[in-house]
């Protein structure tokens, strides 16, 4: 019973975020929501919100951060590496899928969010 219940409430949920215009799949018999890849023409409405926050921050930088740069203006404790390592995979999604480019090193994210996104040229 409380497994058609619980499938239910996930199916409903699954079906709001397709509405909201973000891919989501079944993982584990969970929805999640993805970061797609940027491509021309895609708006930042399509990230989930809590990448969109992520991304606002960066922007407001001014110039290359930090994942514990990112995290402070988050309101993450920073104090305790563990901590941010949540905030650095995202981080890393988001560089992967070309919302944000990094350095070589992968350590610093920079704030060109809203140049369109090449395809290496």
């Known amino acids: 019973m409380a497994e058609r219940v619980w499938q239910r409430m996930s199916d409903q949920l699954a079906d709001e975020r397709m509405e909201a215009g973000s891919p989501v799949v079944q993982v584990a018999g969970r929805a999640v929501r993805l970061v797609p890849d940027r491509a021309p023409g895609l708006?930042?409405?399509?990230?989930?919100?809590e990448y969109q926050?992520?991304?606002a921050a960066v922007r407001q930088a001014g110039g290359?951060?930090?994942?514990?740069?990112i995290g402070e203006v988050l309101g993450l404790d920073t104090g305790?590496?563990?901590?941010?390592d949540p905030l650095r995979g995202k981080l890393t999604k988001l560089a992967d899928r070309g919302w944000l480019p990094q350095t070589?090193?992968?350590?610093?994210?920079?704030?060109r969010v809203t140049r369109p996104h090449s395809d290496g040229a």
């Open 43 to 49: 708006a930042e409405s399509v990230v989930p919100a």
């Open 64 to 69: 290359p951060v930090s994942t514990r740069q």
């Open 80 to 84: 305790v590496r563990g901590r941010l």
């Open 53 to 55: 926050r992520i991304l």
């Open 104 to 111: 070589p090193r992968r350590e610093v994210h920079h704030p």
